[in-house]
């Protein structure tokens, strides 16, 4: 089928990279915001009796969605046969539960939204904990990449005796996969979260990894609270400076700056977050599906 890839602000050069990945051409929209903060958006390629890609990382989801939602629906009234979206980062997936009384469930919400829009989604590492599978809250086909592959091949490629240490219990599902891939010990701990949003990590007995280096892996980073309670105990262990290491690079304002302060070493993450940690390239993972539902 003529496919064609467009990107959302802030998608370009994860865009890019994919369209020279894929062989699908890139096309043009030009988008800007009004002064009173509503969004324009014109679609300068032909997208008549094409199938769409469009691209569009989720992380500061409520700034991202209508534009992406006004493109969706802009090329299928401009021709366009079938329309998909790449989302390396999928927003919204953590308040899967009602928490306390009267919580809205956003990710329902946001997945029910979405699946109006597009017809397929391709995603990275979404935050599966309660919910097993996408299917659970998107209506559309999709498929998930892993990224445990990338992250050990890095891991075997830059730390030196590393053991994996997961914050907390959600955790394990990826520290053993990346872990087992990277042939190193992993250590889970676990993680409390109060009310006012401090979170605790218990501390685990490190005692039998003193000569190896820590390397903290998580799928998100967004405040660094987790990462930075899990670093505390390593510093205090005399370990190396742990690695920190994650999929989805959020970071929130001066998150990596706490992170640093409380003994990090080197920070690195995929790209499905653009920041300057990025290290880890990931769209080369996307290509087959992308493949599979645009051509
Ligand atoms: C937890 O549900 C996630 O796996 C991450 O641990 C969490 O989102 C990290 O958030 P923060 O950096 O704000 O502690």
Known sequence: MNTLMLALPGSDAFAGRLSELTGIPLGRVESHRFPDGEAYLRVESDCRDRSLVLVCTLDRPDDKLLPLIFLADAV????AV???LVAPYLAYMRQDRRFQQGEAVTSRTF????SRYVEWLVTVDPHLHRYTSLAQIYSIPN???HAAEPLAAWIKAHVDRPVL???DEESKQWIAAVAERAAAPYVVLRKVRHADGTVEVSSPDLAAQRKRTPVVLDDIVSSAGTMIETVKPLV???MRPPVCLAVHALFSKAAEEKLRRAGA???ASTTTVPHASNAIDIAPLLVPAVKEFAL
Do not use: E, F, N, T
Request: positive net charge; hydrophobic residues 50%; aromatic residues 0%.
């Open 165 to 167: 240490i997961g914050p």
């Open 82 to 84: 079938r329309v998909g």
């Open 265 to 267: 070493g080197r920070i």
């Open 143 to 145: 498929r998930v990449v």
């Open 236 to 238: 205090a262990a005399h």
């Open 76 to 79: 299928r009234d401009l021709g």
């Open 111 to 114: 997945a029910g939204l979405l």
